[in-house]
């Protein structure tokens, strides 16, 4: 909480789009995968929360929409940067590039997001990075403590998520310098 405080007081700049550079249809369609991304991680919440014994559906359920508060916030803090900043060496983003929103705004990124502005493009990589570690409750339900939990939270998508993302989406990934495509998270 004292971060996001403090982060609120931090200068950054956010670049606007200019006029004619965003594409209408793109803008609209990535709205809605976002939104459709979004709603996925409430559903499969009551999806893992049907499938345990009573006494559990709640924590099961507070699994999966904790992650969008967490992933949320280490997306907006470092997460990003590390997925999609200035690579070194195809390997990892510098996890300063776009920290607390640094340079993302509604103008469009040429390589990342041509077409929608970055920040659309930030949201829609976010939602992945929610639903991910959501995805895996389904396989210790009903077997893990809430902070153990939060911690595989933290350290799956900053040690795995990040690193594989950066890897495979990122024009500079190694993955993607080698040719291979995954178009699961691209927009």
């Known amino acids: 909480m004292l971060l996001s405080g403090l982060a609120a007081f931090v200068p950054v700049s956010h670049p606007s789009a200019a006029a004619g550079s965003l594409q ?3 803008v609209a369609w990535m709205l809605t995968a976002t939104a ?12 893992y929360g049907g499938m345990v014994r009573p006494k559990n559906v709640i924590s099961t359920m ?13 997306w907006y803090f470092v997460g990003f940067s ?40 930030f ?18 339900a009903e077997r893990v403590r809430f902070k153990g939990y939060l ?4 350290l799956f998508c900053l040690f795995i998520y990040c690193p594989l993302a950066h890897w495979t ?12 495509l995954d178009f699961a998270g691209e927009p």
């Open 169 to 180: 989406w990122h024009p500079e990934g190694f993955l993607r310098q080698w040719g291979v």
């Open 62 to 74: 507070l699994q999966s929409f904790v992650a969008l508060g967490v992933i949320s916030l280490l």
């Open 36 to 47: 459709f991304v979004l709603i996925m991680t409430p559903g499969l919440s009551f999806f």
């Open 123 to 140: 949201a829609f990589q976010l939602k992945f990075a929610i639903i991910t570690p959501a995805l895996i409750t389904g396989s210790f």
């Open 24 to 26: 209408a249809a793109d």
């Open 151 to 154: 911690a595989f939270m933290v």
């Open 82 to 121: 590390l997925a999609y900043g200035t690579s070194w060496h195809g390997f990892i983003g510098n996890p300063l590039t776009y920290a607390l929103l640094n340079n993302v705004g509604t103008a469009p990124h040429p390589v990342l997001s041509p077409g929608i502005p970055f920040v659309l493009f």
